[in-house]
Structures are given as C-alpha cells and as structure tokens.
C-alpha cells in the first residue's frame, strides 16, 4: 500500500514529515510527497473566507500517485453546515485531506507540558492518521483514546492517542 502526501499551498517540511512517520508507525504502508499545489480553482468561498474540503480531496485524487491520496493544506477548510473541519474523507475512498489551520488552537486542557510545537505537530499526525482510517474504512470509534474517535474540538484530539485502538486494529488487518 502506497499513501502519497500532497501539500496544497504551503506546508512547513516539518509537517510534512510528522505525516510521513505518523502513518508509517500506524499503517504498514510507503508514504511519498509530492509536490506542492496550488489551492483548486473554485475552492475558495468568499462568503465564508474558508475553502471547501471536497474540492482538496478531488486534488489529492487527480494528482497522487499511492492508492490513498491525502492532502494536507494550511488554509482552513468546511464542509457543507460545519463551520469548520480539521480533515475530511470518504469511507473506503482514495482521497482525503487534513488541514492544520485549526490545530494551532492553543490547547483549553492545560494538562501538557508539552511545547506548542510539540503540541501542534501531535494534532497533524493524530488527524493525518483518523482520515486516511476512513479511507481503509474506518468509521468513528466510542473509544475516546482511538485516534478514530471522533474529535470536533482540539480537546478531543488532545485526549486521544496516535494509534488505532485493538477494535478497529483488528478491522483493518
Ligand atoms: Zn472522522
Ligand atoms: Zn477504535
């Protein structure tokens, strides 16, 4: 299995590579980069000053090269009623896509002695993993610890672990 990488705009190396090791470490996958894109025509919603998930998803799919495909992206994604999304993807799709605009939040938990950075980069890797699980079919676990538990805020992804849980492990081997 081969999951290809594709940063839309510009994403810092060091995102790209807590990406990169964040999905070897879970999946027994290859990961690749490729290289950057620019945001898709027609992303942009100037009511809403954010951008469509789909269409980031639609990018991944035309240009990556693994048989999962996810962008990831700086700028800040919806999708249809929710104000915002951290990631978006299809169940069982190809394509997907993280954003990291929304995971800067400095934490409310105040539980971490962890650096901001440190912080941060713990967010990308835990969002990279939850949406490519969907893509391998994954749905939402009750597991508050499972990175597939459903996160709508920083708290929650906070709280949750970087690997899948035993349940869903098993689900996909
Ligand atoms: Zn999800
Ligand atoms: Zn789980």
């Given at each position: 299995m081969l999951v290809d990488i594709v940063p839309v705009g510009n994403v810092p190396a060091n995102v790209k590579r807590a990406a990169s090791t964040a999905l070897r470490s879970v999946y027994d996958c290859d990961v690749t980069i490729n290289d950057a894109q620019s945001v898709?025509?027609?992303?942009?919603d100037a009511d809403r000053n954010q951008y469509t998930a789909e269409t980031f998803i639609q990018l991944a799919e035309r240009v990556?090269?693994?048989?999962k495909n996810i962008a990831v992206t700086p700028h800040d994604l919806f999708y249809r009623?929710?104000?915002?999304?951290f990631g978006l993807a299809y169940l069982d799709g190809s394509g997907s896509v993280v954003s990291t605009y929304r995971l800067q939040t400095s934490s409310d938990g105040g539980f971490s002695n962890q650096s901001a950075e440190d912080i941060f980069q713990d967010r990308v890797r835990k969002e990279i993993v939850h949406e490519i699980g969907h893509t391998y079919g994954l749905e939402h676990c009750d597991?508050?610890?499972?990175?597939m538990n459903f996160s709508p805020t920083v708290r929650e992804v906070d709280i949750k672990e970087e690997n899948l849980c035993g349940s869903c492990q098993r689900l996909i081997s």
């Open positions: 898709p025509n027609g992303a942009y990556g090269r693994g048989e009623r929710r104000n915002y999304v597991n508050n610890r499972c990175v």
